[in-house]
């Protein structure tokens, strides 16, 4: 069964740093491309980005309001994925959800709650 | 980017309607679409993907359909258990993008 839990969330001031992470179960993260997107408060869902396979390379993609800032990693021994987020501003405040990407989002964590403060 | 627009942004319908709800593409997108369905207080699930497909577990009730630019989710009779949003996907290109959501009541 695969199950992806999120962990790490809090309250940050403006300008802050916070390291999400996304510990799997049911298959191995490098084997699979992962994804970020988050949602803010009473708002729609907004892709953060994502790392492919080390089968595919291993890249990563970001969304343009996000790239420079937030950063997607991986580390296999313990089969999670990381996602570092620097600069963070008040309107990057939102749930993270961690997801497994085949091109439509298969699998979602229970989401992160990220709040950032002024 | 993939401008993604839902209508309706709410519908209230009757257990055992038929509803429909369509997404359209700003540009063509082939077949990559999903739709999600989700409900308060939790993340979204998975329900349709390459536009028809079926996710594994969903309830035949739920369909999808379209091509290029226009799609729709139908769901052929409303059970209690679907009010929820719902949400349209593409991943032709980046960045991927949603639609706004469509909020689903039971009258």
């Known amino acids: 069964e695969v199950k992806l839990v999120e962990s790490g969330g809090g309250l940050v001031k403006r300008g802050g740093s916070l390291r999400l992470s996304c510990e799997a179960s049911?298959?191995?993260?490098?084997?699979?491309?992962m994804s970020w997107v988050r949602q803010s408060p009473g708002k729609g869902l907004e892709w953060v980005g994502q790392?492919?396979?080390?089968?595919?390379?291993?890249?990563?993609d970001y969304a343009a309001p996000v790239k420079g800032r937030f950063s997607i990693s991986r580390d296999a021994s313990k089969n999670t994925l990381f996602l570092q987020m620097n600069n963070l501003k008040t309107e990057d405040t939102a749930v993270y959800y961690c997801t497994k990407t085949s091109g439509s989002f298969d699998y979602w964590g229970q989401g992160a709650l990220v709040t950032v403060s002024s | 980017d993939i401008q993604m627009t839902q209508s309706p942004s709410t519908l209230s319908a009757s257990v055992g309607d038929r509803v429909t709800i369509t997404c359209r593409a700003s540009q063509s997108i082939l077949r990559w679409l999903a739709w999600y369905q989700q409900k308060p207080g939790k993340a979204p699930t998975l329900l349709i993907y390459?536009?028809?497909s079926l996710d594994s577990g969903v309830p035949s009730r739920f369909s999808g359909s379209g091509s290029g630019t226009e799609f729709t989710l139908t769901i052929s009779s409303l059970q209690p258990d679907d009010s929820a949003t719902y949400f349209c996907?593409?991943?032709?290109?980046?960045?991927?993008?949603f639609g706004q959501g469509t909020r689903l009541e039971i009258k």
């Open positions: 996907q593409q991943y032709n290109g980046y960045p991927i993008t």
């Open positions: 790392i492919k396979s080390t089968a595919d390379s291993g890249t990563t």
């Open positions: 049911g298959f191995t993260v490098r084997d699979a491309w």
């Open positions: 390459m536009a028809s």
